[in-house]
C-alpha cells in the first residue's frame, strides 16, 4: 500500500526556522516533492529529492534519507506568507503520478 | 497559455445533476492528471492521460466519474447524478514528457470547487 505521513498543522513565529517532517512508505521509489498550497489555490513545487541529503534553495531546504523513508522541508527566516499547506508527495515511478499526504498546514504568527 | 486553466472554477449541483469540469493544460503538455481534494486533506489520484490515452483511471470512485482528452489536449471530467461526497476540489494538473520521466513534477491549475447540495 502508500502511506505517506505529516503533521496535521504547526504554528511558528516570524523570522523563526520551522521544520515538517513526512515519513512514508510506498510500493516503489523515483522521488521526493514539497509543494505549497495557499488556501483556494493550486499547489506550488517547492523542492525534489531523488538522492539522500540535503537540497538547498534560498530559504527553503529539502532533506530525504531513503533508507529510513524520511524526509522535511526546512523553512528559514519565517515569513508571513509562508501561513500555507506544505504537502509531502511521493513519486513512485512509471509515468509521473504523484501520491500525496494530506498537508500540513502552517501558521506563521508576528 | 502561461499555465493550466480550469473552469468553472466554483460550481453548485444539486444532488442528482450531471456536472462537467474542463481543464486546459499548458500547451504542449502531454500528460495530464485530474485530481480530487477533500478539504483538509491531500489531492487524491483521480486519472491520468499521455495525450488522448487514458492510461489509468484507477482512482475514479466510481462509474458515475468518467473522463476524456479526446484531441490529446483538453480534458472533461464528468460527474454523473452528483452526490454530497463528491463535494471536493478538482484539481488538474499537466506535465511536460510522458511515461518513465526523469522527475515527476506536475504543474497544477487553481482547481474547480464542487459543492453538491
Known amino acids: 500500500g502508500q502511506n505517506i505521513d505529516q503533521p496535521t498543522e504547526m504554528t511558528a513565529t516570524e523570522g523563526a526556522i520551522v521544520q515538517i517532517n513526512c515519513t512514508y512508505q510506498?510500493?516503489?521509489?523515483?522521488?521526493l516533492f514539497w509543494y505549497q498550497q495557499h488556501a483556494g489555490e493550486a499547489p506550488t513545487f517547492l523542492s525534489y529529492?531523488?538522492?539522500?541529503g540535503l537540497e538547498e534553495k534560498g530559504r527553503f531546504s529539502s532533506f530525504l534519507s531513503r533508507s529510513k523513508g524520511y524526509s522535511y522541508l526546512l523553512l528559514k527566516e519565517l515569513q508571513m506568507k509562508d501561513s500555507a499547506s506544505y504537502l509531502c508527495?511521493?513519486?513512485?515511478?512509471?509515468?509521473?503520478?504523484?501520491?500525496f499526504g494530506a498537508g500540513t498546514r502552517l501558521a506563521v504568527h508576528p | 497559455g502561461a499555465g493550466v486553466s480550469q473552469s468553472p472554477r466554483y460550481k453548485v449541483a444539486k444532488r442528482g445533476q450531471d456536472v462537467a469540469l474542463r481543464c486546459d493544460p499548458i500547451?504542449?503538455?502531454?500528460?495530464l492528471f485530474w485530481y480530487q481534494q477533500a478539504l483538509g486533506q491531500g489531492p487524491e489520484f483521480l486519472t491520468y492521460?499521455?495525450?488522448?490515452?487514458?492510461?489509468?483511471k484507477s482512482g475514479l470512485p466510481s462509474d458515475r466519474f468518467f473522463a476524456e482528452r479526446p484531441e490529446g489536449s483538453v480534458s472533461t471530467l464528468k460527474i454523473q447524478r452528483t452526490q454530497q461526497e463528491d463535494s471536493a476540489v478538482y484539481l488538474c494538473?499537466?506535465?511536460?514528457?510522458?511515461?518513465?520521466?526523469?522527475?515527476?513534477?506536475?504543474?497544477f491549475g487553481e482547481g474547480s470547487r464542487l459543492t453538491v447540495l
Open positions: 492521460f499521455q495525450n488522448e490515452a487514458q492510461l489509468d
Open positions: 494538473a499537466s506535465s511536460p514528457r510522458g511515461y518513465r520521466r526523469d522527475t515527476g513534477e506536475l504543474f
Open positions: 529529492n531523488v538522492l539522500d
Open positions: 510506498t510500493s516503489g521509489f523515483n522521488g
Open positions: 500547451s504542449g503538455h502531454v500528460s
Open positions: 508527495a511521493v513519486y513512485p515511478g512509471g509515468y509521473n503520478k504523484l501520491i
